[in-house]
């Protein structure tokens, strides 16, 4: 596609239930990230995918949280039984790998996340 | 563990120069920056590789000291338009080579006053 593209744009959700996050990157790029960014806050490193390498989940929050990227290409973040705590905006972002240099990456305009 | 950004917010009048400041406990092989504009996703501005490099964007330009482990961001005759928060976003140096995880800053707000 022309650019990374999130699914769905908006999510309200009830306290307890699970939630699905979608991620389609650039076509091509193999590295793909998932940040949490809360309300007038920085970018929060979620999970990090390499191709066929395994991911770096080194900063999912607890064990209500999990990703997976099929087939190198499409990512879903998956939150289970959410708290008010998760609300915020789920950004991806994708990026290409040059000679061992990680280029530019590129964002999705981000899912916004409410739980009530 | 993040980068740290200095300061957290800058005001300045159209035509006043600006610096951002990016600090890592880590060694790095390459420092990128962005900027986020209210309500939207992060933009590209540049990418640094060791090596000391210092690039330019427009009137954006920044530096990158691999030995002090820090990069800078220079905004000169700042216009409205560079008003939104800049992040800074870092690659760790793994034995030379550069390991895929993107850490960024806390970022720094700046606004540009007419």
């Known amino acids: 596609g022309a650019g990374v593209s999130q699914s769905p744009s908006n999510k309200v959700t009830e306290k307890g239930k699970d939630v699905e996050l979608r991620c389609d990157p650039i076509?091509?790029?193999?590295?793909l990230y998932w940040y949490r960014q809360s309300l007038g806050q920085g970018l929060e490193f979620l999970i990090y995918?390499?191709?066929?390498?395994?991911?770096?989940k080194s900063g999912l929050p607890s064990d209500r949280f999990s990703a997976e990227r099929t087939g190198g290409s499409v990512s879903t973040l998956t939150i289970q039984r959410t708290q008010q705590e998760d609300s915020a905006v789920y950004l991806c972002?994708?990026?290409?790998?040059?000679?061992?240099?990680?280029?530019?990456?590129?964002f999705g305009q981000g899912t916004r996340l409410t739980v009530v | 563990q993040q980068p740290v950004q200095s300061p957290q917010a800058v005001i300045l009048r159209e035509g006043e120069d600006a610096v951002i400041n990016c600090s890592s406990s880590k060694a790095l092989y390459s420092v990128h920056w962005y900027r986020q504009k209210h309500g939207e996703a992060p933009v590209f501005l540049m990418i640094?590789?060791?090596?000391?490099e210092q690039k330019g964007h427009e009137k954006i330009s920044a530096s990158f000291n691999e030995k002090k482990q820090q990069s800078s961001l220079y905004l000169t005759a700042s216009q409205l338009s560079y008003s939104g928060t800049y992040f800074c976003?870092?690659?760790?140096?793994?034995?030379?080579?550069?390991?895929?995880?993107?850490?960024f800053g806390q970022g720094t707000i700046l606004t540009v006053h007419p």
């Open positions: 995918f390499q191709g066929n390498s395994a991911p770096d």
């Open positions: 640094l590789l060791k090596g000391g």
């Open positions: 076509s091509g790029h193999t590295a």
């Open positions: 976003g870092t690659f760790a140096n793994a034995g030379g080579t550069s390991y895929g995880k993107l850490t």
């Open positions: 972002a994708s990026s290409l790998n040059v000679g061992g240099i990680f280029l530019k990456a590129f």
